[in-house]
Structure formats: C-alpha cells, structure tokens
C-alpha cells in the first residue's frame, strides 16, 4: 500500500545545531508540504513543492529549508535550530489536478525538542 | 490573508446525541472544503470532503456547504466515545494545490 512516512519520530537536539527531517512518500504525489503544529496555532504551513526542484515558501519559512531531487522526497532542514522551532512537524502530499481538489494525506508526524 | 475561523471548544455530547461542528472561512474563492479528524498525538485524517453547496453523507458524518455564508458544517450523528477527537476544517481555493486549516475544535463524547 501506497504511504508516507517521516523520520525520525522523534528528535531532541541544541540550539544552534542543524537538523533534518525526512519525508518519503510511495504515492506518487506530486504535491508535498510541511506542516508545524503548536498548541494554540493549528496546522501552518512552512514549505511546500509542486513537482521536482520547485520549493515555495509557506507562512512561516524563516529558518527552514527544503529540496526536491525527486518525487518521492521532501527533506526539511533547520538551518540553525532555536527553541521557537520546538514543535510537531507533519509531512503531506496530494496529487495535481485543476481545481484544488485533492485531498492532502499525511505522515505520522514527527515530534522535535530544541533544548 | 486567509482565514479559517473555528471555536476551539472543547465541545462535550454526551454518547449517541449528535455532535455539530463549524466552521467559517473569509476567501470567496475557496472551492474545496475537507474535515479532518485528528487523534491525540496522531496525524490528521481525512473524514469528509465537500465542494457543492448543501449536504453529503457518510455513514454517520453529514457536511453541510453553504458557500453564499462561507460556511461549512460537520455533523456526526450517534456520537461515539471513539468519536472523542480535534476535528480540523480545511479550505482550498480554485487555483491553489494549498490547503488553509483552522485551528480546530476539541470534541468529547461522554459515555
């Protein structure tokens, strides 16, 4: 079965360190974005990518970064990791077509402390 | 800038009433409207997705459209303790692959 996946689960880094977190997806999606979620905040977007090497930023880009070589992975680097960063970080993906209809499937999450 | 607005509850039903769920959004161009369940400590889950003014069932979940009011309801019948859950609402527009979500609405069904 087709599915996306996010590693790790969990992290616990410093400040100031780099991090990245994975997202792999066997949809065949071309769409895939990053989602942080706090309390209080629901659900906002910081990047997103429409098909390979296009990256857009979303609501709250600073201090993030994402590449895509490819179709099946969107990668999410903290250039520089500050507390303001700790949060859960959901991967999805959705497939193209006219209308923005498509329905966004997600990764499990993955659960990042900045100390 | 474009908004979802949801009350964040918590919403308490007691088992088998009927849980309504709402949600107003502030773009005239959003086209597509989805309800997303989302278990504690879990990823959001699609329930519903509605693009056409008026009602879609499933099961025991009912959406209500009314675009002219920029309104979008969720209502779950025989609510469950199961159902105990945030309920996400998410709006996407004619021209965007990008979904906008609300910050949800906390409900709890007691047994």
């Known amino acids: 079965d087709a599915e996306i996946t996010q590693s790790p689960r969990h992290k616990i880094t410093e400040t100031g360190r780099q991090v990245t977190l994975a997202c792999h997806q066997t949809w065949n999606h071309n769409n895939m974005f990053w989602y942080r979620q706090d309390l209080g905040h629901g659900l906002r977007l910081i990047h997103y990518?429409?098909?390979?090497?296009?990256?857009n930023k979303g609501e709250v880009s600073d201090g993030y970064s994402v590449s895509r070589s490819n179709t099946e992975d969107l990668p999410l680097t903290l250039e520089s990791a500050a507390s303001s960063q700790t949060s859960v970080y959901f991967c999805?993906?959705?497939?193209?077509?006219?209308?923005?209809?498509?329905?966004?499937?997600f990764g499990p999450g993955t659960r990042l402390t900045v100390l | 800038q474009k908004e979802v607005e949801q009350n964040s509850g918590p919403l308490s039903v007691p088992e088998g009433a009927i849980a309504s769920l709402n949600c107003t959004y502030s773009?005239?161009?959003?086209?597509?409207f989805f309800w997303y369940r989302q278990y504690s400590g879990k990823s959001p889950e699609l329930i519903m997705s509605?693009?056409?003014?008026g009602d879609k069932e499933d099961g025991r979940f009912t959406a209500q459209l009314n675009k002219a009011s920029q309104y979008v309801s969720l209502l779950i019948r025989d609510s469950q303790p199961s159902d105990s859950a945030t309920y996400l609402c998410?709006?996407?527009?004619?021209?965007?692959?990008?979904?906008?979500f609300g910050p949800g609405t906390r409900l709890s069904v007691l047994p």
């Open positions: 999805a993906s959705s497939e193209t077509s006219w209308g923005g209809t498509d329905t966004q499937y």
């Open positions: 509605i693009y056409s003014n």
């Open positions: 773009d005239r161009g959003s086209q597509s």
């Open positions: 990518s429409y098909g390979v090497q296009d990256t």
């Open positions: 998410a709006v996407n527009s004619l021209t965007g692959q990008n979904f906008v």
